[in-house]
């Protein structure tokens, strides 16, 4: 069975940091693309950052370039984002999602990750930014 769990979410003053994880199981992370997606209350799913752990691609929203970092371990069959300087506007429900390894490829093309390609879900965890 294919599971995610998040973890690492919390409040955190502006400017601060976070490291979010996503442990997998039921699959190697070689065989998906794994994404981070946000979602706001009364704001559209939004995808932040995916990375394909084969061959090591990566892709960023505009809104995180620069801000975060996602990383694997596939010893661990885990994935991180690390969220430095944290905004107000960050502040949301974030998701990891396993999904087409391909998908990557379009969200680099199109400068936007959508959720359709993603079939397993995480059940969140919550980043709250003060100001």
């Known amino acids: 069975e294919v599971q995610l769990v998040e973890s690492g979410g919390g409040l955190v003053q502006a400017g601060g940091s976070l490291t979010l994880s996503c442990a997998a199981s039921?699959?190697?992370?070689?065989?998906?693309?794994i994404g981070w997606f946000r979602q706001a209350p009364g704001k559209e799913r939004e995808g932040v950052s995916c990375i394909s752990s084969s061959d090591g691609r990566l892709y960023y929203s505009n809104s995180v370039k620069g801000r975060f970092t996602i990383s694997s371990d596939n010893a661990k069959n885990t994935v991180y984002l690390q969220m430095n300087n944290l905004k107000p506007e960050d502040t949301a429900l974030y998701y990891c999602?396993?999904?087409?390894?391909?998908?990557?490829?379009?969200?680099?093309?199109?400068?936007?990750?959508?959720?359709?390609?993603?079939?397993?879900w995480g059940q969140g965890t919550q980043v709250t930014v003060s100001s």
């Open positions: 039921g699959f190697t992370l070689d065989d998906y693309a």
């Open positions: 999602a396993a999904g087409w390894r391909e998908t990557i490829t379009i969200a680099q093309a199109m400068g936007v990750m959508t959720s359709t390609p993603f079939d397993h």
